[in-house]
């Protein structure tokens, strides 16, 4: 069964640098995600992204994020000046689209020390 | 962007009953229902879509009362295995938008 892939899955960092969480959506989805959850918390939303631009953004989805599709496979999230906050669960997910369900990844846990 | 509310539990139920979690939602225009599960620091994974009409598969059975906004899961004959948190999740306008989660309820199945 195809699936999303997700690297690394533990990425540790220290407070105020940038990282990039890697994502490779299952091939023929055309919608892509990013979610979060810090521990002990419910799944959070952070932005969708279709046809090489984000179509939908929360609102903790700030100037601190971008989204990336560098090439026809991944899709990546990027967080400068990480915080201590930062510090979570970060699952992408993809669909084919209209009501489908969306399938999830098996997350990165970022750590900012 | 509206909630989705769920009783955390933990429900502790024997190994072979029944049981049943409800989840409210609170924006009526909600496109399209989903029950995933949770394990302990893994990521969600799709249990089951719930339509209108009600719908199941295998021990598990999803309803849906739009006049109510709540969805439901009951799950039969319930195995060591099913232990795990049960999130209720809703698209709220549908199509490819984010999905909103429910906080989980944490069921433990005891032999």
């Known amino acids: 069964e195809p699936e999303v892939t997700q690297t690394p899955s533990h990425q540790v960092t220290q407070m105020g640098q940038e990282v990039i969480l890697r994502c490779v959506p299952i091939?023929?989805?055309?919608?892509f995600y990013w979610y979060r959850q810090i521990l002990g918390q419910k799944v959070e939303f952070l932005v969708s992204?279709?046809?090489?631009?984000?179509?939908?953004k929360s609102e903790i989805f700030d100037d601190q994020f971008s989204v990336e599709r560098p090439d026809g496979s991944n899709f990546t999230l990027k967080i400068r000046s990480t915080k201590l906050e930062d510090s979570a669960m970060y699952f992408c997910?993809?669909?084919?689209?209209?009501?489908?369900?969306?399938?999830f990844g098996d997350g990165t846990r970022l750590s900012i020390l | 962007r509206k909630e989705v509310e769920q009783d955390p539990g933990p429900f502790n139920v024997p190994e072979g009953a029944t049981v049943a979690f409800n989840c409210t939602y609170s924006?009526?225009?909600?496109?399209?229902f989903f029950w995933y599960r949770q394990d302990c620091r893994k990521e969600p994974k799709l249990l089951m879509s719930?339509?209108?009409s009600g719908n199941e598969d295998g021990r598990f059975t999803a309803q849906l009362n739009r006049a109510s906004q709540y969805i439901s899961l009951l799950i039969r004959d319930s195995k060591l295995s099913d232990s795990a948190t049960y999130l209720c999740?809703?698209?709220?306008?549908?199509?490819?938008?984010?999905?909103?989660f429910g906080k989980g309820t944490h069921l433990i199945i005891q032999p």
């Open positions: 997910a993809s669909t084919g689209g209209g009501y489908q369900p969306q399938h």
């Open positions: 091939s023929n989805h055309l919608y």
């Open positions: 992204f279709y046809n090489n631009e984000i179509s939908e």
């Open positions: 924006n009526s225009a909600s496109q399209s």
């Open positions: 719930v339509y209108s």
């Open positions: 999740v809703v698209n709220i306008r549908g199509g490819a938008d984010g999905l909103t």
